[in-house]
């Protein structure tokens, strides 16, 4: 067993979660809901990303929500910081290491759709990797090659939209085109976005999708809408924007969450 592995397994001391949740701009509060917490700062936990957009170091969060065992992955690389499309593999393989099934994305992501604004949440049901990269560069095993049909998981697609209609809170649905950031877009390359199918543009996720998968792990995800993308809203997209807008989503998503959790999530 990896260094890492142990130190979670002796960490979460019999918490059997078997979803782990990777907290993104505006789901970051999610820490504080969860009962009975154990916290393990990734700087222990080797492999595991060691600083963030915001520059501060993340944490592994484990305890209960809602009642059900998870682990929370509060901070997380993204290719742009460092040019390494891989760079959550070591800690997504130490998830599957300690027994972890299913992985729930977050990310803040632009809109493509004018009626989907600010504050909205989508479920992505596909993506298109346009970052012209792929984690899996290098890898040599045959496994290299993974499938990418059902990479949104039918079956926890449909228990977070069950959630969210119990929750009387709207779930868009769409797929989510991933830039590799970290300059946003431009309005051209929106409107080509756009014909090619996105619904919405963000600059994480789709790589860890596709390692999930890689290793195994079922894997679903959902956005938080924090801006029309470039060029449909008349002003300049900002980072400051993007962190103040997360948070009116976010407290839909956690609903929404929240309530997959309590129902059993998909087994
Ligand atoms: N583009 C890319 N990433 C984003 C955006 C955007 O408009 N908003 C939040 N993350």
Redesign the pocket.
Same mark, same amino acid.
């Not at 990310?107 to 632009?110: D, H, K, L, V």
């Given at each position: 067993m990896k260094q890492a592995e142990a130190r979670l397994v002796e960490a979460l001391n019999g918490i059997a979660a078997d979803t782990a949740l990777v907290l993104g701009?505006g789901l970051g509060g999610l820490v504080d809901e969860v009962e009975s917490p154990v916290r393990v700062p990734y700087g222990d936990l080797p492999g595991f990303p060691q600083s963030g957009v915001t520059g501060h170091a993340g944490e592994v969060v484990a305890g209960y929500l809602a009642g059900a065992p998870v682990v929370m992955l509060s901070g997380r690389a993204h290719y742009y910081e460092h040019g390494n499309a891989a760079a959550m593999r070591p800690a997504l393989d130490v998830l599957a290491g300690i027994g972890i099934k299913k992985l729930i994305l977050t990310? #803040?992501? @632009?809109s493509l759709e004018p009626e989907m604004g600010p504050g909205s949440v989508m479920l992505i049901e596909d993506h298109i990797n346009f970052s012209g990269t792929n984690p899996l560069f290098g890898e040599p095993s045959d496994k290299r090659f993974v499938g990418l049909t059902e990479a949104y998981d039918p079956g926890m697609r449909a228990a977070l939209l069950k959630a969210a209609l119990d929750t009387g809170t709207d779930l868009h649905k769409g797929v989510y085109m991933w830039?590799s950031?970290p300059s946003?877009?431009t309005p051209a390359e929106i409107r080509m976005a756009r014909v090619m199918g996105a619904t919405a543009? @963000?600059?994480s996720t789709v790589p860890e999708v596709i390692l999930a998968r890689f290793l195994g792990l079922r894997a679903a995800a959902c956005s938080v809408i924090?801006?029309l #993308? #470039?060029g449909m809203s008349g002003s300049e997209?900002s980072h400051q924007e993007?962190k103040e807008m997360a948070p009116l989503g976010g407290k839909r998503l956690a609903a929404i969450l929240k309530e997959y959790f309590r129902a059993g999530g998909n087994v």
């Open positions: 701009s990310n #803040a992501a @632009g830039f950031g946003f877009e543009v @963000g600059m924090t801006n #993308a #470039a997209l993007t």
